[in-house]
């Protein structure tokens, strides 16, 4: 297969992801290396670490949608609503649409098995989700219409939704019913919204 520019784009970089996480869900993350992912998308190693600057990120390549979510979450509210309620309505479109990022579908397993064996991945999630954290603070800090505590809020609804996803995974792993866990991640979601309104004033 002959390679592609090392300049490729947005297109480029979907491909690539889908052939490491392929690769990634068939054999183990641990046992394929960049370059195996490179050779299989017939582009150089250079350019896969243009797009994904650590391994680990091939798999876990839903961080920039968490972004961009957490950010119009509290930048592209309605005026007059409050950051937890538009919060609260962007995880429950994620769930109702059976996003990747809700961890609800019964087609995410091979993703939670692949990252439940591999410790580069657990502890890569972990920063990833320490960075949304960064990123949900740094928001409610620069919003005009937020004046609580915006590291509090970010680390109590970061590692709550984290929690949350944990669980997930946890039942999918030993079996339970795709639509039990969509209906117990929706309840999870509203207990946590009220300990985050008891808690965030």
């Given amino acids: 297969m002959p390679r592609t520019d090392a300049r490729g784009g947005p ?8 052939i490491a996480t392929r690769l990634f869900l068939d054999q183990g993350f641990d046992a394929v290396t960049v370059a195996d992912v490179a050779r299989e998308a017939g582009v150089s190693t250079v350019t896969v670490f243009k797009h994904f600057p650590r391994k680990e990120d091939l798999l876990l390549d839903r961080a920039d949608d968490a972004v961009q979510l957490l950010r119009s979450a509290v930048r592209d509210r309605p005026a007059g609503t409050g950051v937890l309620d538009s919060l609260e309505a962007m995880v429950l479109r994620l769930a109702e649409d059976g996003h990747g990022l809700s961890g609800t579908s019964v087609e995410s397993v091979p993703f939670f098995r692949t990252v439940a064996r591999s410790t580069p991945l657990i502890a890569r999630a972990r920063e990833l989700a320490a960075e949304l954290q960064q990123v949900l603070a ?6 005009p219409g937020f004046d609580g505590d915006s590291t509090l809020l970010a680390a109590f609804f970061i590692a709550g939704y984290t929690t949350v ?3 997930n995974a946890r039942r999918h792993l030993v079996g339970e019913a795709s639509t039990a866990i969509a209906l117990h991640h929706r309840q999870r979601l509203g207990q946590l919204f009220r300990t985050l309104r008891n808690a965030v004033r």
């Avoid at 740094?138 to 919003?143: C, P, T």
Wanted: hydrophobic share 30%; proline share 0%.
């Fill in 11 to 18: 297109q480029t970089r979907a491909r690539i992801s889908q």
């Fill in 138 to 143: 740094d928001e409610l800090d620069r919003d």
């Fill in 165 to 167: 996803l944990v669980d």
